[in-house]
Every structure is written in structure tokens, then in C-alpha cells.
């Protein structure tokens, strides 16, 4: 298949307009502190189990289109002995993989950071497309203070995002392009909405210079909400700076923009997700989700480590997987949890 079949493919079967992205990609550090919160031990077979899980709630098809994993899962396997990416498959659901290699800080921009793993990415997504995965996700964090992100900051980032996203094309690859701006802080709202557009314009500009295929690739934004020690703002308020910013900055040639949810309550992330979906009509881009903590949360706390949790595990996971379908097209409401 050319590369631009395979790549519309991918995108057809993930702008789906009920379904959103499962974000299952926790680095083995940020896995060994989610698990620890709901006092279990991250070993690799806890992590195994709880993804297999995971994938295996009844319907769950219905409401993913993608999931996006780490390396680790790529190899491991459910119960029967099936691949977790066969077993995604089965459902639907496009199997996924993170490809950035952590971060540190950004060497003359005190303050930023910067995200590892350019090096020998083209062979990495060979091999992990040989394992079923046709997209990836890369993640570049913003925080945010007076002084950051600073300029070299906004550039060097989005230079990062854009030369992975062009190696992931090159390679028949769907490119997730996350630039997460960071909720930690006081910030106001103002403020969360000139980083963002600052960082967004900084994106789209290198991924131009690039070359990259906006049709063939997915934004992955932070929405525009206060610092999460500023308060909180209704989600009418979060769905009006996002759109308004998102309108000046990202081309109507992307077909779909998933929110990752950064530490919002999954009520709020889903509450703001369907705010948004009622004002579509503003929007040239699919509005949906990728999200981690705020699909998982009440599943793993439900899950607590105790297999003879798996049902509750699961009945936690699939309503918030429904009730994110249902904001995805704006017909979510709060009498509904
Ligand atoms: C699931 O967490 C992802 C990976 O984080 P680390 O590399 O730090 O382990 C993260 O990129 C995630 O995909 C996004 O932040 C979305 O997750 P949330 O929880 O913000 O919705």
C-alpha cells in the first residue's frame, strides 16, 4: 500500500465520531507512582494484567478507536496467551505507541524541558510497526511560570515535535503531536491562553518548515483552563478560550485534535470535552479525547491490586469510556454519572 493510503487508513478509523484514544502509555516511573497511589506494587506483570484488563471490558470498541501503548506492552499478553495489540485489534481498536524517550532540562532555557529519543527513531517504529502499531505519540511539556516558557524553549520543542512527527510519516506512521502545557501553578486563565497560543503557533510553524502532512497527523493539546491552584473555570468558560485560540493557531487541514486531560477530575475532563462538542459547529477538526488518568483513574483505584476486583475495575473503565462518547457529541450531562 503507498504510504499515503496507509496513513489515511490509520486516520480514517481514529477521527471516528463517537470513539476517542485510550492513552495506556505510562512510562514504568509514572505506572510504579499510579500504582503505588492505590497501594499496589508495579511489577510487569501488574502492569500486565491491569492493561489486559483493561482491554478486555465488555464493548469496549464502541467507545475507543485507538489505544496508545508502551514498549513494554507491545510483547505481553492477556489470559488466553493473545497479544495485547491482537487483543486491541479484535476490538477495534487501533493499537498505538509512545515513542519519546522521557525529558530533562532544556540546556540554556532554565525552566523548560525538553523530550529525548530522536536518535534511531526510524528503526524503533520499523520494529514497532512489525508488532502492529500504526501510530505513535511523542510528548513535549510546557510549564508554565513568569518567565517559561521561554523563547528557546517554544522553538526547541517545537522543532522536537516536528522532525518526529515528519520521521513517523516517512515511516507510514501516524504522528500524535503532544505539546502538553502544564496545569501545575496559579496561573490565570489569561495566561494558560497566551502560552498555549504562543506554543501552538511555535508547533504548526516547525511542522511546516518540515513538511509535514497536516491530514496525516493528530494534535494532542492541554485545554486552556486556570493553574490547577488558581480555582477552577465551568467548562463553558474552558470551551471558549480553547476553541478561540485553537481557531487562531492549528489549520483546518488537521483532521482531528484529542485532548489529554493533565491532572483534570474525570468528571471535569469530560464535562469540558462535551462544552466543547456543543460549540462543533465552530470547529473544522474532530474534538476528542486521549485520555489517561481521567479514563483510568476510577478504574484503578476500583482495581486496587485485587483481582476480584476485575469486574468493578471494568464497570468503572467502561463508563467513563460511554460517558466520554457521549461528550465527544455533546450529548453528556452531569445527572448522568
Ligand atoms: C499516560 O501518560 C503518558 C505518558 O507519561 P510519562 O511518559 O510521563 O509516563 C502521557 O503522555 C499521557 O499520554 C498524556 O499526558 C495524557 O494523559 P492524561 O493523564 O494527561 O490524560
Redesign the pocket.
Known amino acids: 500500500m503507498a504510504i499515503s493510503a496507509e496513513l489515511q487508513h490509520t486516520i480514517d478509523v481514529m477521527t471516528d465520531s463517537r470513539r476517542g484514544i485510550l ?9 510504579s507512582r499510579r500504582m503505588a497511589a492505590v497501594g499496589v506494587e508495579s511489577t510487569a506483570e501488574n502492569r500486565r494484567w491491569y492493561r489486559s484488563m483493561l482491554l478486555s471490558t465488555p464493548d469496549i470498541g464502541q467507545y475507543l478507536c485507538g489505544v ?1 501503548f ?1 514498549e513494554e506492552t507491545l510483547d505481553q499478553k492477556d489470559g488466553d496467551g493473545v497479544l495485547l495489540p491482537e487483543l486491541a485489534k479484535a476490538r477495534g481498536i487501533i493499537p498505538g505507541i ?1 515513542v ?1 524517550q ?2 530533562g532540562p532544556l540546556p540554556g532555557a532554565p525552566g523548560d524541558m525538553i523530550t529525548y529519543g530522536l536518535d534511531g527513531l526510524g528503526e524503533r517504529l520499523t520494529a514497532y510497526k512489525g508488532k502492529g502499531a500504526l501510530f505513535a ?1 511523542w ?1 513535549e ?1 510546557y510549564p508554565i511560570t513568569d518567565r517559561n516558557p521561554t523563547a528557546l524553549g517554544l522553538k526547541a520543542n517545537a522543532e522536537m515535535l516536528a522532525r518526529y512527527a515528519a520521521v513517523c510519516q516517512e515511516n507510514g506512521i501516524v504522528p500524535i503531536v ?1 505539546p ?1 502545557v502544564l496545569i501545575d501553578g496559579s496561573h490565570s486563565i489569561e495566561r494558560a491562553a497566551e502560552v498555549n497560543e504562543e506554543v501552538w503557533h511555535a508547533v504548526f510553524h516547525a511542522l511546516h518548515q518540515h513538511d509535514v502532512a497536516l491530514e496525516y497527523m493528530i494534535l ?1 493539546p ?1 485545554m486552556i483552563t486556570p493553574g490547577k491552584d488558581a480555582g477552577k473555570a465551568s467548562p463553558e468558560t474552558v470551551a471558549e478560550a480553547t476553541l478561540r485560540v485553537l481557531r487562531r493557531t492549528v489549520p483546518a487541514a488537521v483532521p482531528s485534535i484529542n ?6 477530575t474525570p468528571e471535569e ?1 469530560t464535562a469540558n470535552l462535551n462544552a466543547l462538542n456543543l460549540h462543533r459547529h465552530q470547529a473544522p477538526w474532530q474534538l476528542s ?8 483513574e476510577p478504574a484503578m483505584k476500583a482495581w486496587s491490586g485485587n483481582s476480584d476486583n476485575r469486574e468493578a475495575a471494568q464497570d468503572a473503565f467502561h463508563k467513563r469510556a460511554r460517558l466520554n462518547s457521549l461528550a465527544r457529541v455533546g450529548e453528556y450531562s452531569l445527572d448522568q454519572e
Not at 259 to 264: A, H, M, T, V
Open positions: 492513552a495506556a502509555d505510562e512510562s514504568t516511573g509514572t505506572m496508545i508502551y509512545k519519546d522521557g525529558k505519540k510528548r511539556v503532544e502538553e494532542k492541554s485532548f489529554l486531560s493533565g491532572g483534570q475532563a479525547m486521549s485520555y489517561g488518568r481521567a479514563l483510568q
